[in-house]
C-alpha cells in the first residue's frame, strides 16, 4: 500500500443507515483516511425481517476479510449493536493470527464505541437483564407483532440532552433512523474477536439506550473476567 495510514471500517447500531455517520465518516475522510460502512441486512427494512445477526455477521466477516487480504490494516468502530455484530465476525483476522499464516493485512484494532463487548454465547438482552433493566425494554423500545423494532423517543434514547448540536443536524440526523430487526437483540455470539485484537472502549455519557453505568459493565469484560489475548485500554470521552 502506498499510504501507511489505516483503513477505518464502522459497524453500525440497529435503526441506523451509513447517511447516519455521515459527520463522523466526513471528519475522518477529511484527515486522509479510507472509511467503509456497509449496510447491515437486518435494516434493509423488509417486513417481516429476513435478515439478522448470523446475515450481518456474514456481510461483516466477508467485506472486512476482502479489506485485509487486499494487505490493508483495518480499525474497526464498532458502535452499539455493531460491537456484537463485529465481536462474532472478525476472530482470525487480527495481526497475530494473520501473520503466523504469513498473511499481509489484518485487523489491528477494535474501537468499542458504546458497543456490546459480550462473552460467548451472550446476546445484548443478556446484559440488559445482568444489569436489572429487562422491564424496561417494552418502555424504550416500541416492537411490532413482526418483530421489527423502532426506538419510541429516539431523540432522547440516542442523543439525550442533545448538548452541542444544532437542531438543523438532530433532525436530519432522526430523519435517518429506519425500522430494525429487533430480534438481533436476542441472539447471542459464538465467537469473541476481542480475544485477538487491541481494544479500546469508548463510553458515552450521554447515552440514554446504552447508559454509562451498562457501558462500563460490559466495556469490562475481558478485564473483569481476566480473559486472555486482550490488549484492553478503555477511554471515557463524552460524544453528546
Known amino acids: 500500500m502506498g499510504s501507511s495510514k ?18 463522523l465518516t466526513d471528519h475522518l475522510q477529511s484527515s486522509g483516511l479510507e472509511v467503509h460502512i456497509p449496510r447491515l441486512p437486518s ?3 423488509t417486513r417481516p425481517p429476513n435478515a439478522d445477526l448470523a446475515t450481518d455477521t456474514q456481510l461483516i466477516r466477508s467485506y472486512v476479510e476482502s479489506l485485509v487480504e487486499a ?25 497475530e493470527a494473520r501473520a503466523k499464516k504469513g498473511l499481509k493485512g ?12 459480550q462473552l460467548e454465547d451472550k446476546s445484548m438482552v443478556d446484559k440488559v437483564n445482568e444489569f436489572g433493566h429487562g422491564e424496561l425494554m417494552s418502555l424504550a423500545f416500541d416492537f411490532a407483532e413482526d418483530k421489527s423494532v423502532v426506538c419510541r423517543d429516539p431523540k432522547m434514547s440516542l442523543l439525550g440532552d442533545g ?24 441472539q447471542s455470539i459464538s465467537h469473541c474477536a476481542w480475544r485477538e485484537v487491541p481494544v479500546t472502549y469508548v ?25 486472555r489475548g486482550c490488549d484492553y485500554r478503555a477511554e471515557y470521552r463524552s460524544l453528546s
Open 6 to 23: 489505516p483503513t477505518i471500517a464502522i459497524v453500525h447500531v440497529g435503526w441506523h443507515i451509513p447517511s447516519s455517520y455521515s459527520k
Open 43 to 45: 435494516m434493509n427494512e
Open 71 to 95: 494487505g490493508r490494516s483495518v480499525i474497526l468502530v464498532l458502535h452499539s449493536y455493531g460491537g456484537q455484530v463485529g465481536t462474532n465476525a472478525l476472530v482470525g483476522l487480527g495481526l
Open 106 to 117: 489484518s485487523v489491528s484494532h477494535l474501537v468499542y464505541m458504546c458497543g456490546f463487548a
Open 163 to 186: 448538548q452541542g448540536a444544532e437542531e438543523s443536524e438532530v433532525q436530519e440526523y432522526l430523519s435517518s433512523l429506519a425500522r430494525w430487526n429487533g430480534t438481533c437483540m436476542y
Open 203 to 227: 463510553y458515552m455519557r450521554s447515552d440514554m439506550t446504552v447508559p454509562p453505568q451498562l457501558s462500563e459493565i460490559h466495556g469490562g469484560n475481558h478485564e473483569e473476567r481476566g480473559q
